[in-house]
């Protein structure tokens, strides 16, 4: 476990072969949800396609840091956001699965399940990277933020609506559990150099 928490502590050439994944899916995503983008005013987008975003938040704070120009908050503001988003996206291909794994979309959204996975797991290490200060609660803020302009607004997702309201409910638990999650992971941090 360790070993997984420092993967992205000092940077490495192979970190370049993650950030080229992720702007793979940053473009994927955003094709993913173009009818919705497209048919939603422009301010409204960035409330919209929030794994893309989340897949391209982790990719500008891996290159900040191979260029030697970190930023916690970016980073932070990453890793919550890979964490909620990947694992929002399984819990709800699992949730419905009768229509997101019925047999004419099984394998677009076994594919899709993975990669979301992915994006999960890549904010662990990438949270142990960064020295926590108040700023970073502000990321809470921008997690709920986009939990009421999904339920309350409407930006959420194309998906079926039949359990929009569990579905709205653990989302808001996310944004909570995603923001406890990244805050321990830079605490250990923390406490492994003595701070």
């Avoid at 476990?1 to 994944?21: A, G, Q, S």
């Avoid at 419905?96 to 979309?105: G, Q, V």
């Avoid at 990277?129 to 302009?149: A, G, I, K, P, R």
């Amino acid at each position: 476990m360790t070993r997984m928490l420092r993967l992205f502590e000092k940077p490495n050439r192979w970190i370049w072969l993650v950030v080229f994944i992720n702007f793979g899916g940053v473009i994927y995503g955003w094709y993913y949800y173009e009818y919705q983008l497209l048919s939603s005013p422009i301010y409204l987008w960035i409330f919209i396609a929030d794994c893309p975003n989340a897949a391209l938040m982790v990719a500008i704070a891996l290159i900040l840091m191979l260029k030697n120009r970190k930023n916690d908050f970016v980073s932070f503001f990453a890793s919550c956001n890979a964490l909620k988003y990947g694992i929002w996206t399984c819990f709800v291909i699992l949730l419905y699965c009768d229509y997101f794994l019925s047999p004419e979309r099984r394998l677009l959204y076994s594919c899709m399940f993975v990669s979301h996975a992915l994006l999960a797991l890549e904010a662990i290490p990438l949270a142990y990277t960064v020295e926590f200060d108040q700023s970073c609660f502000m990321v809470l803020l921008w997690l709920l933020l986009n939990d009421f302009m999904d339920y309350v607004v409407g930006t959420h997702p194309y998906m079926p609506l039949s359990k929009l309201k569990l579905v709205a409910g653990f989302t808001v638990f996310l944004s909570f559990f995603s923001f406890c999650v990244c805050y321990s992971i830079s605490r250990k941090k923390r406490a492994a150099a003595g701070i």
